[in-house]
T-cell receptor, first 113, second 112 residues
């Protein structure tokens, strides 16, 4: 069974730009969660989608948004990039919820210059 | 108080020894608990899940859960240099959603 895939793997952007990251979950998984990982803050929850609906959102500004498509694939968007948005962005998929095991993709390394 | 706490380490053990990693959590209603391993530059890899009080064994790994004490631990027997990584404790967030709350991770060094 194929794992979680994320594209692109690396991105370099400048301040003020916007970026869209993509995540394809494991086949059959309907929940997709997004996390931001930085050396200082660790892994922080951004939001989670299930059946095309955002079920939960972390403590991030509105510049961070996402969506999920009918095939469970998900995208996240960051607008008006700031230097502090430089991070590893990870998506994880599970069958239904955080009660189920979550499996992570390889991540997208975003660098904002 | 952080929601999930781990000792950042590094925890250094000799090859062949038992490594013991600990985690405490604040939400008494938490129901799902996970251990992930993360190598430098890689994404987290799930190694154990545990839901009930007691021990759960999988190969060289044993997860222990004590809900009364709000404590989760991971034991790695016969530690190998390849076990050197950061170990992340994660707790399922409240409600039926896909939120995991992570600790800061413990760096394990296994010396040959």
């Amino acid at each position: 069974k194929a794992g979680v895939t994320q594209t692109p793997r690396y991105l370099i952007k400048t301040r003020g730009q916007q970026v869209t990251l993509s995540c394809s979950p494991i086949s059959g998984h309907r929940s997709v969660s997004w996390y931001q990982q930085t050396p200082g803050q660790g892994l922080q929850f951004l939001f989670e989608y299930f059946s095309e609906t955002q079920r939960n959102k972390g403590n991030f500004p509105g510049r961070f948004s996402g969506r999920q498509f009918s095939n469970s694939r998900s995208e996240m968007n960051v607008s008006t990039l700031e230097l502090g948005d430089s991070a590893l962005y990870l998506c994880a998929s599970s069958f239904v919820s955080s009660y189920n095991e979550q499996f992570f993709g390889p991540g997208t390394r975003l660098t904002v210059l | 108080q952080k929601e999930v706490e781990q000792n950042s380490g590094p925890l250094s053990v000799p090859e062949g020894a038992i490594a013991s990693l600990n985690c405490t959590y604040s939400d008494r209603g938490s129901q799902s608990f996970f251990w992930y391993r993360q190598y430098s530059g890689k994404s987290p890899e799930l190694i154990m899940s545990i839901y009930s009080n007691g021990d759960k064994e999988d190969g060289r790994f044993t997860a222990q859960l004590n809900k009364a004490s709000q404590y989760v631990s991971l034991l790695i027997r016969d530690s190998q240099p390849s076990d050197s990584a950061t170990y992340l404790c994660a707790v399922g967030g409240p409600g039926n959603t896909g939120k995991l709350i992570f600790g800061q991770g413990t760096t394990l060094q296994v010396k040959p």
